[in-house]
């Protein structure tokens, strides 16, 4: 099997890598496909550009196995939807079963993604739960649980797609929102140990995410 990552990765940070290390290993993927959208289609515009956003995305996993960044989102441009990168990607890996990773927040959003139905057609869905996070009790995201739901790695393995797992990780409040904001207040200090050495030293040597003149 092979994990798919998607993100705006703006910046990349610990609560990105750390889950989804977690995944890799407890769902024994081969490897993981980490990819940066172009435009994200449900919020602003990222504040770094896609090649600042992809370099540190790459500085971060450069030596960590089976961690592979995939520039497919940011070479199509447009509005990245998902179901265009797993459609590529199944057209790449015929049958090979894929899990697309998500955290909890953006699974329980996932009925309002461009022709989302059809995600479950071309992958698994595997969610990065949060130990007291509330899964929806009705609606469509509700429905999708109760009908793909699994608790078997053994049967996420034997498909291809269209089941939805849930697992446990290590809970680590970071968000790239709150990295940005300690940047613009405390300076690059401010994000030590949040975001990867790697990371931080290229926000410094390239000045991101500062603070703005008005
Ligand atoms: P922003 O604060 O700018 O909205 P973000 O930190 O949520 O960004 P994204 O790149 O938008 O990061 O998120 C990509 C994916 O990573 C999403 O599936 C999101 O749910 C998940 N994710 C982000 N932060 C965490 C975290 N701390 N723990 C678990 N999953 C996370």
Redesign the pocket.
């Known amino acids: 099997m092979i994990g798919i990552?998607?993100?705006?990765?703006?910046p990349v940070?610990s609560?990105?890598l750390r889950?989804v290390w977690e995944i890799k290993r407890a769902l024994n993927l081969s490897e993981v496909r980490l990819i940066p959208c172009a435009i994200p289609p449900h919020?602003g515009e990222p504040l770094a550009t896609g090649e600042q956003r992809l370099a540190m995305l790459q500085a971060a996993v450069k030596d960590v196995p089976g961690f592979i960044v995939d520039k497919r989102e940011l070479q199509r441009g447009g509005p990245s939807y998902m179901v265009d990168t797993l459609q590529s990607l199944r057209d790449e890996l015929g049958r090979q079963p894929m899990c697309l990773?998500?955290?909890?927040?953006?699974f329980n959003g996932i009925d309002r993604w461009h022709q989302w139905q059809r995600l479950m057609d071309l992958a698994h869905i595997v969610v990065?739960q949060r130990p007291g996070a509330v899964l929806p009790s009705m609606g469509p995201v509700s429905d999708l649980l109760a009908a793909c739901r699994t608790d078997s790695v053994a049967e996420l393995s034997a498909a291809s797609a269209g089941r939805v797992y849930l697992q446990s990780?290590t809970q680590?409040?970071?968000?790239?929102?709150?990295v940005r904001r300690l940047l613009q207040a405390g300076g690059v200090d401010a994000v030590r140990f949040l975001v990867p050495d790697v990371v931080q030293t290229y926000i410094e040597q390239h000045k991101l995410y500062g603070k703005r003149e008005h």
């Open positions: 990552f998607g993100g705006t990765f703006d940070h609560g990105h889950p919020r990773i998500l955290g909890q927040d953006a990065m990780v680590l409040e970071i968000s790239a929102t709150q």
